[in-house]
């Protein structure tokens, strides 16, 4: 009797969290809506991303970051983390060091290899400084 009872409550708090806007069939179907456009939403994100490392990657110029911060962001994208990094970053056309706060998934992998004091290869947008990607 116990166990129903408890069932019993577990849904009447999920009905009292769930909003207005999203209870009964019209409501449900706002709900679904509203999630797949989020995930659309998402992978577009992550698709403008992706265009964005591939140009990167072709037409930015090589410099060298050094790590002075890392923080996990709580993401991941297939098991992979996502991690904000705090750069010194000098290229060619800068030799002098100037901070960039970047974020970037990297492979689980090669986490330990992004400790504050290590160097990593970067290419920069020649137009923006403050956009990188990890070479």
Known sequence: MGFFKDIRNLQKQ?????PPEYKGFGGS???MRDGVAL???TMSDLNA???QAQTLMATGVPGQGQITGVRDTGMTVNDNPVVELDLQVTT?????PYPVTHRQMVNRL???QLQPG???QVRVDPMNPQSLILA
Do not use: L
């Not at 999920?14 to 769930?18: K, P």
């Open 14 to 18: 999920a009905d009292a969290m769930t």
């Open 49 to 51: 991303g992706q265009m």
């Open 92 to 96: 060619p056309s800068s030799p002098v």
């Open 39 to 41: 995930a659309s939403q």
């Open 29 to 31: 179907m706002r709900q």
């Open 110 to 112: 090669q986490v330990a």
């Open 118 to 120: 290590a160097t990593v």
